[in-house]
């Protein structure tokens, strides 16, 4: 299976790394860029760089569309003429609607919801499809470095929050616990940063492997009368109102754009 990839940023990159680390031959790989410089590096790691995202999408049978989603447009009315039914299209823009898609495909399309952390074989790559898609070569290609879940389109914007913008929202999290501990200790951001990221590591495989939820680890940990309970407290007396008005923002943001982006369609 020939796969096609336009527009080599952040997540291209990372999809065409984890295609080639679980198995995909470089060769099988076309990918065309806005910037030159970029598609210059693919040809040293034996990738077929294309100077046209047209040429991208003659070659592939999977072709996936890693731009902005305002860019999304452009690209489809330059390769429109050379979609045939048979090519699978798929799109990890936020926002963007397979019904936009559809517009300019008649064939198999795809929403996906990547998420960085698959750079290192971890996450949950969020998917929908629509009634062309058939068979489970998509989950096949990205289930190689990335947990696969099925979801309705309809559930994308809050779900991508949990899973492709929660790594982000998580780091904001982690750099404060860090910044709030620092004028009571002698340590420096840079130890303290290692001794959280330790401890969020494995404070997730624990959740993970045991299958335990939330409420048993905190209560193993937070024993009555002691610091942990105390602080504990605290955070779920503020959090409630800051996460809710966190989803509150991220839902309006993706709206927004939503909206922005169909006006273009
Ligand atoms: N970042 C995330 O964590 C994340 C997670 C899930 C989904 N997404 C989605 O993934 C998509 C890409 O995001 P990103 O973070 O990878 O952005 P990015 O790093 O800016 O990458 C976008 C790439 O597309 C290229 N490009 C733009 N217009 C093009 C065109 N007409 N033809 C060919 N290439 C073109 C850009 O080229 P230049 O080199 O010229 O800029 C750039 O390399 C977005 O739709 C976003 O919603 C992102």
Redesign the pocket.
């Given at each position: 299976m020939k796969i096609g990839i336009?527009?080599?940023?952040?997540?291209?990159s990372m999809l065409a790394e984890g295609f080639i680390r679980t198995g995909t031959m470089p060769g099988d790989l076309f990918i065309?860029?806005?910037?030159e410089s970029?598609r210059q590096a693919l040809q040293t790691k034996g990738i077929v760089a294309c100077t046209y995202?047209r040429e991208t999408a003659v070659a592939a049978d999977i072709l996936f569309l890693?731009?902005?989603?305002m860019?999304i447009k452009?690209?489809l009315e330059e390769i429109k003429s050379v979609l045939t039914p048979d090519k699978h299209l798929v799109s990890?823009?936020?926002s963007l609607k397979i019904a936009c898609i559809e517009k300019y495909h008649s064939g198999a399309v795809s929403r996906i919801?990547?998420?960085?952390i698959s750079s290192i074989g971890e996450g949950v790559t969020l998917m929908a499809h629509n009634h062309r898609v058939t068979g489970n070569a998509l989950e096949k290609l990205v289930g190689g470095f990335s947990r696969i879940r099925n979801v309705p389109e309809s559930e994308f914007e809050i779900l991508s929050d949990l899973t492709?913008c929660a790594p982000g929202l998580f780091s904001v999290m982690m750099r404060e616990f860090v910044r709030a501990a620092i004028t009571h200790t002698t340590l420096d951001e840079k130890e303290l940063a290692a001794l959280v990221v330790e401890t969020m590591y494995g404070t997730a495989r624990l959740l993970k492997e045991s299958g335990e939820p939330f409420d048993n680890i905190i209560s193993r940990v937070a024993t009555k009368g002691g610091a942990t309970e105390a602080g504990a407290a605290v955070l779920e007396q503020g959090l409630p109102q800051v996460f809710g008005e966190m989803f509150r923002k991220t839902l309006e943001r993706q709206a927004d754009r939503a909206a922005a982006v169909e006006k273009e369609f």
């Amino acid at each position: 299976m020939k796969i096609g990839i336009i527009g080599y940023g952040s997540m291209g990159s990372m999809l065409a790394e984890g295609f080639i680390r679980t198995g995909t031959m470089p060769g099988d790989l076309f990918i065309s860029n806005r910037t030159e410089s970029k598609r210059q590096a693919l040809q040293t790691k034996g990738i077929v760089a294309c100077t046209y995202n047209r040429e991208t999408a003659v070659a592939a049978d999977i072709l996936f569309l890693c731009v902005k989603p305002m860019e999304i447009k452009p690209v489809l009315e330059e390769i429109k003429s050379v979609l045939t039914p048979d090519k699978h299209l798929v799109s990890i823009a936020g926002s963007l609607k397979i019904a936009c898609i559809e517009k300019y495909h008649s064939g198999a399309v795809s929403r996906i919801m990547p998420t960085l952390i698959s750079s290192i074989g971890e996450g949950v790559t969020l998917m929908a499809h629509n009634h062309r898609v058939t068979g489970n070569a998509l989950e096949k290609l990205v289930g190689g470095f990335s947990r696969i879940r099925n979801v309705p389109e309809s559930e994308f914007e809050i779900l991508s929050d949990l899973t492709s913008c929660a790594p982000g929202l998580f780091s904001v999290m982690m750099r404060e616990f860090v910044r709030a501990a620092i004028t009571h200790t002698t340590l420096d951001e840079k130890e303290l940063a290692a001794l959280v990221v330790e401890t969020m590591y494995g404070t997730a495989r624990l959740l993970k492997e045991s299958g335990e939820p939330f409420d048993n680890i905190i209560s193993r940990v937070a024993t009555k009368g002691g610091a942990t309970e105390a602080g504990a407290a605290v955070l779920e007396q503020g959090l409630p109102q800051v996460f809710g008005e966190m989803f509150r923002k991220t839902l309006e943001r993706q709206a927004d754009r939503a909206a922005a982006v169909e006006k273009e369609f």
